[in-house]
């Protein structure tokens, strides 16, 4: 029986769990043999000495040995470790291996590898054209794979998805779920800062043209009463300007307060707790709308989850609203 030392029993061990990991995943090679055969190696190397073997002198035989991988069929060697030669080869072989399986291939994968063919040349084709066409190619590459991917989920069942099936169908979700999920959350606030800012673009707009007027009418009045002309009809005209700057130069007001920034982000605050009060409310009543929405990944949602999200939408629109309420 082989005799180690602790430091190179430590290494032996070592040696043979990289050699169990790297052969397990080959159906050609049986890990338990290999590594019986690596122990009799070791056993007639080290016969008639006596003592604990070293770990020095372990490692000089593990180096005749060389590395785990080297038990690997020439076809299971990853392609970092074959020569440059034989990458292209590899490459013609996966690309017919995989349009084999496309065309006759388990039933399983067609719509998985169909799935994720669709949304990649879709967005290499978006990033290689541009423009509006490339937008539409990309587009309607999305929604394809999206169909497909749904197809596939309804014909295999998540819960039959092996981990290879969920890489090829679930990136084909994430285009349209992402997207959705954002609109759900953000487009009540995003749209109603855009509503504030255009209420102060006109009131800007509005003072910046009443500005020019009363310019331009008092440029006029200057250059007539240099001439001597009569003034008496400028007067009326001038107060009338006056006040129609005066009116467009005040603030915008909104539920009779004046429109300042802590109103603004105020306001903003308020209407997204409100949105989510009432969008927690519907998917609190309606659970299978987010399952059936964002399946799978929703498959877990629970009703609770939509009245929590409403208990906090509307605990941020009661604290917010004292900086909204009409005075």
């Not at 994720?116 to 990033?127: D, I, P």
């Not at 169908?169 to 779920?177: D, F, M, N």
């Amino acid at each position: 029986m082989l005799t180690l030392t602790p430091d190179a029993q430590s290494r032996l061990d070592e040696y043979l769990a990289e050699l169990r990991r790297v052969l397990g995943a080959s159906p050609a090679v049986n890990p338990a043999e290999v590594e019986q055969d690596v122990r009799d190696h070791l056993s007639a190397a080290f016969a008639g000495r006596g003592g604990p073997i070293e770990r020095s002198a372990l490692d000089g035989e593990l180096q005749k040995l060389g590395a785990p991988s080297q038990w690997l069929p020439d076809e299971a060697q990853p392609w970092f470790r074959k020569p440059p030669r034989d990458w292209l080869h590899d490459l013609r072989a996966s690309l017919v291996q995989t349009g084999k399986r496309l065309a006759g291939g388990p039933e399983s994968y067609r719509l998985p590898y169909l799935s994720l063919l669709v949304l990649g040349v879709g967005l290499f084709l978006a990033m290689l054209v541009g423009d509006e066409e490339g937008f539409l190619a990309g587009f309607v590459a999305c929604v394809t794979a999206f169909i497909l991917s749904r197809a596939g989920l309804a014909l295999l069942g998540h819960e039959n998805l092996s981990s290879p099936q969920k890489w090829l169908l679930y990136p084909a979700l994430l285009p349209v779920y992402i997207p959705l999920l954002v609109v759900l959350l953000a487009a009540v606030p995003v749209l109603s800062g855009l509503a504030i800012d255009e209420r102060l673009a006109v009131q800007r707009f509005g003072a910046h043209s009443a500005r020019e007027q009363l310019q331009a009418h008092d440029a006029h009045a200057e250059a007539l009463k240099s001439r001597g002309g009569d003034l008496s009809a400028y007067a009326a005209t001038r107060d009338r300007l006056q006040r129609s700057y005066d009116a467009a130069s005040a603030p915008p007001q909104i539920l009779g307060r004046t429109v300042t920034p802590a109103v603004a982000f105020g306001l903003v605050v308020a209407s997204t707790g409100l949105w989510l009060c009432v969008l927690g409310m519907v998917l609190g009543l309606a659970p299978s709308l987010v399952r059936g929405m964002f399946y799978p990944f929703a498959v877990g949602y629970r009703r609770r989850y939509g009245f929590m999200l409403a208990a906090l939408g509307a605990v941020t629109a009661i604290a917010y609203w004292p900086l909204i309420r009409p005075v």
